[in-house]
């Protein structure tokens, strides 16, 4: 489902929804371990009309997500 209809569904808005995901994501990848990776894959995604992209970091072997960032380009790795 996308966020809009979960919102919909649940009666709360749009905003609400996104930061309850973005908190969840945060908590299952943000203490990714990085000692067993051999190779990456990094991709750039548009994710809203308007040129807004975002940066993905996967684990080729696993096909763990890594990292994410907002933007794309060298800079959008630096957290990684």
């Known amino acids: 489902m ?5 919102a919909t569904i649940l009666g ?6 996104r930061e309850i995901d973005k908190s969840d ?3 299952r ?6 000692k067993n990776v051999k190779k990456i894959a990094i991709d ?10 975002v940066t993905l970091v996967m684990d ?3 096909r763990r997500i890594l ?3 907002q933007g794309r ?3 959008s790795l630096k957290g990684f």
């Open 2 to 6: 996308t966020v809009k209809d979960v």
């Open 12 to 17: 709360v808005s749009w905003d609400t929804i």
């Open 25 to 27: 994501l945060k908590k």
């Open 29 to 34: 990848f943000s203490n990714s371990k990085l």
């Open 44 to 53: 750039e995604i548009a994710v809203k009309k308007g040129h807004k992209y």
């Open 60 to 62: 080729l072997e696993t």
């Open 67 to 69: 990292h994410v960032a």
């Open 73 to 75: 380009g060298k800079d």
